[in-house]
C-alpha cells in the first residue's frame, strides 16, 4: 500500500492473467476498494484537465455553447423560412431546439467519456497505480461540468420568449442523471473494445451521427406512422424527450419507455463495469 495525493491509501496493483473471478470475495472487495479511493482522485484529475483544456484558448468556455447556439440559428431559420417543416411544439421552437441539441449532447458526450478518458490516460493506464475509475468518475464529472455551463445559455432564451420556471423543473435533475447513466453505460461497454481497436470510436462517430436524425432533438417524433417506432425503439428518445419536458414545464409523468430504459442502463453500467475489471488484465498486456 502506498500514500497518493491528500493522504488517501492507494494500493500497489499487481495485473495477472490468472481467472479473477476464481476469488470472487477479494475480487468484489478490491472493486470496492477501488470506487472508495477513485472520488477524491477523480476531482483532481478533472480540475487539472480543466485549467489545461482551455489554458491556450482564447474563447475559453465559449466553446462549449457556441455548437448548441449554431445548431439552434441554422434550424430556426430552415423553420422560418419553411425550407423544413418540423410540426408543431408545445414551447416556441428555439426554445425545444436549444433543450434538445444541449440534452443530446450530453448524452453523447456521456457515451463517449469512458473510451475518451482511458485511451488519453494509455500511457500510465498499467504504471500508475491510480484506479482506472479514478479517470472514468473524471470523465462523468467533466460531462456535467460541460452540462452545466450549457445549460445556463437556456436562461435567457427562456426569458427571452417569455418562459417562466415550473415546478417540474424540480425534476429534470432526474432526467439528466438518466441520461448520463445511459450513455455512460454504453460508452463503458464498448471501453474495452475501443482501447484495442481504434474502429469502435469511429463507429461511435457514426451512429451517433445518424442516431441524431431518429431521436427528437430538432423534431417531435410522429405519434403514428412508421416513425413512430422510434419512441420506443431509441432508448435516446424517452429520456431526452421527458427530460426537455421538464425543464420546459411540461406533463410531470415520463414518456413511455423512460422507466424501463433507466433499469436496463443502471443493469448495463454494472455489467460494463464488470467486464471492464475482467478485461484489465489482457488490455494492460496489450496496450
Not at 455548437?67 to 417543416?85: E, H, I
Not at 493506464?125 to 470523465?139: M, N, Q
Request: aromatic fraction near 10%.
Amino acid at each position: 500500500m502506498v500514500e497518493h495525493g491528500g493522504g488517501r491509501v492507494v494500493a500497489e496493483v499487481t495485473y495477472s492473467a490468472e481467472p479473477q473471478l476464481r476469488a470472487a470475495g477479494s475480487f468484489a472487495a478490491e472493486m470496492r476498494r477501488d470506487l472508495r479511493v477513485a472520488g477524491p482522485v477523480a476531482w483532481q484529475l478533472f480540475v487539472r484537465r480543466l485549467q489545461a483544456g482551455y489554458r491556450r484558448s482564447l474563447l475559453g468556455y465559449l466553446w462549449l455553447v457556441l455548437p448548441p447556439l449554431a445548431t439552434t440559428g441554422v434550424w430556426v431559420a430552415l423553420n422560418a423560412a419553411q425550407v423544413l417543416r418540423v410540426g408543431g411544439t408545445r414551447v416556441p421552437y428555439p426554445i425545444f431546439v436549444l433543450a434538445g441539441t444541449v440534452l443530446w449532447q450530453l448524452f453523447v458526450d456521456a457515451l463517449n467519456a469512458p473510451l475518451a478518458q482511458l485511451s488519453g490516460s494509455r500511457a500510465i493506464l498499467g504504471k500508475s497505480r491510480i484506479p482506472h475509475e479514478a479517470f472514468l468518475l473524471a470523465g462523468a464529472i467533466e460531462v456535467l461540468f460541460n452540462f452545466a455551463v450549457r445549460a445556463l445559455v437556456l436562461l435567457p432564451v427562456f426569458a427571452w420568449f417569455g418562459g417562466a420556471p415550473a415546478a417540474s423543473l424540480l425534476l429534470a435533475p432526474v432526467g439528466v442523471a438518466a441520461l448520463l447513466l445511459l450513455g455512460f453505460a454504453a460508452g463503458l461497454l464498448l471501453a474495452p473494445l475501443g482501447l484495442l481497436y481504434a474502429d469502435v470510436s469511429r463507429a461511435l462517430t457514426l451512429a451517433t451521427s445518424v442516431l441524431f436524425f431518429l431521436t427528437p432533438v430538432l423534431y417531435p417524433l410522429p405519434r403514428a406512422g412508421p416513425a413512430a417506432v422510434l419512441r420506443v425503439a431509441n432508448p435516446v428518445a424517452p429520456l431526452l424527450s421527458t427530460t426537455r419536458e421538464w425543464l420546459t414545464g411540461g406533463a410531470p409523468a415520463p414518456a413511455v419507455g423512460f422507466v424501463p430504459v433507466v433499469a436496463a442502463s443502471l443493469v448495463a453500467l454494472a455489467m460494463g463495469w464488470l467486464c471492464y475489471r475482467l478485461a484489465r488484465p489482457h488490455l494492460i498486456s496489450r496496450l
